[in-house]
């Protein structure tokens, strides 16, 4: 399967200033080929590749169980809001659920090697978003880069699925493929993770299949 | 004081960098600001005097960066984390790295931008029942600012989005 250089979540308007195709373009400049939109209308402009998201935050198990019910057949990259230590493992058994975002906003033991493993194990990706190292300063910013580092750790160990995005708000947020793989060093990420990282946004929703002979 | 032979002078690098949103042009000594506290706070005192960042042109919307040779990697990290200058926001992108300033500069590309996103067509519109003018237009791409006192506010546009209103 050909890899697909994603951005795996972007606000367009109404949520930021700028419209799902103007991100769109601006994606194409930068070198994606797709982008992860919240909310998208369109699926396709000029040559970029537009999945609809859909994010779930800061609610119960239960709320999410049946959002993602209504998702079901719809093709949208469902993505939850990471919580405490229980609510962040309760997610990560769910089918349905494409992307574990925020993590960097729990505490330590919030992400640990056990929802590691249970990320694993259900191929539920574990977003890095780099709005914390872009827009963050000080003490928001480190806390954001030493979470990130312990990420890569629990990465390098079980080997769960990683996403990077930018969670950009505006085209003047988002950044080339270039400045988020330099981004992504930071975390200690080498190149074949940053590599694989940005290509398993495109493939959450056609995850890879048995071979099957078409007559 | 005469000047060192080039032998002993230190080598430099030189960044191009875009400034996004087109048609700004930020202040040389505010955007010099800028660049010096973006790679001061992301890589702190001592590396930012390993860096030695400075800026020396802005022109045609693109800046001219220069670094100590060998810290290009930690200046573009830097400038990417720049999101204003001033209280205007902006993005840098790197899009060049060179010894001489001259081989940038010929990669400084004209801007052909106008104010009238379509022939004929007014450079004002209304969406969601407030009225925009267009600021900015470059192919595709449409910059309306919400008509106001207060509300400077840009938003980012294409053609098909204003062609959709």
């Known amino acids: ?76 990259v469902v993505m939850v809001e990471a919580g405490d230590s229980g609510f962040n493992r309760a997610i990560l058994t769910m089918r349905g659920v494409h992307i574990l975002c925020g993590v960097h906003k729990t505490d330590r033991y919030g992400f640990d090697h056990i929802a590691a493993k249970m990320a694993a194990d259900h191929r539920i990706a574990i977003d890095i978003s780099l709005a914390p190292v872009i827009h963050g300063r000080g003490v928001l910013r480190q806390r954001a880069l030493d979470r990130y580092l312990d990420i890569a750790r629990l990465y390098r160990k079980f080997e769960f699925p990683l996403v990077l995005s930018t969670h950009a708000r505006s085209v003047l947020e988002m950044r080339s493929v270039r400045e988020i793989s330099a981004l992504a060093s930071l975390v200690g990420l080498d190149i074949m993770d940053i590599e694989q990282a940005l290509g398993n946004a495109g493939r959450l929703c056609t995850p890879e299949r048995a071979v099957r002979v078409i007559q | ?77 830097a400038l990417s984390t720049v999101t204003s200058c001033g209280n205007q926001r902006i993005a840098l992108r790197t899009s060049a790295v060179s010894g001489t300033i001259e081989s940038l500069r010929e990669r400084i590309e004209p801007v052909h931008t106008t104010t009238e996103p379509l022939s004929g067509e007014p450079a004002e519109y209304t969406i969601n029942g407030c009225l925009f003018s267009v600021c900015h237009c470059a192919g595709q791409k449409v910059d309306v600012i919400e008509k106001g006192f207060k509300n400077t506010t840009r938003f980012f546009l294409t053609r098909e989005d204003l062609e959709d209103q």
Request: some cysteine; glycine content about 6%; charged content about 25%.
């Open chain 1, 1 to 76: 399967m050909m890899m697909m250089i994603t951005d795996a979540c972007v606000y367009p308007s109404p949520m930021g200033d700028s419209s799902v195709r103007r991100m769109a373009l601006e994606a194409r400049e930068l070198g994606f080929d797709s982008l992860v939109a919240i909310d998208a209308g369109i699926s396709e402009y000029a040559g970029v590749s537009v999945m609809s998201g859909v994010q779930i935050r800061h609610t119960s198990v239960q709320e999410i169980l049946s959002r993602i019910k209504c998702q079901k057949g719809r093709d949208a």
């Open chain 2, 1 to 77: 004081m005469t000047a060192r032979p080039p032998t002993l002078r230190e080598k430099r690098r030189y960044l191009l960098v875009h400034i996004v949103p087109a048609g700004y042009i930020p202040d040389p000594k505010e955007l010099s600001l800028t660049v010096h506290d973006a790679v001061t706070v992301l890589w702190g005192d001592a590396m930012a005097s390993l860096v030695h960042p400075s800026v020396v042109a802005v022109e045609n919307g693109c800046a001219i960066v220069r670094c100590r040779r060998g810290m290009e990697r930690e200046l573009a990290i």
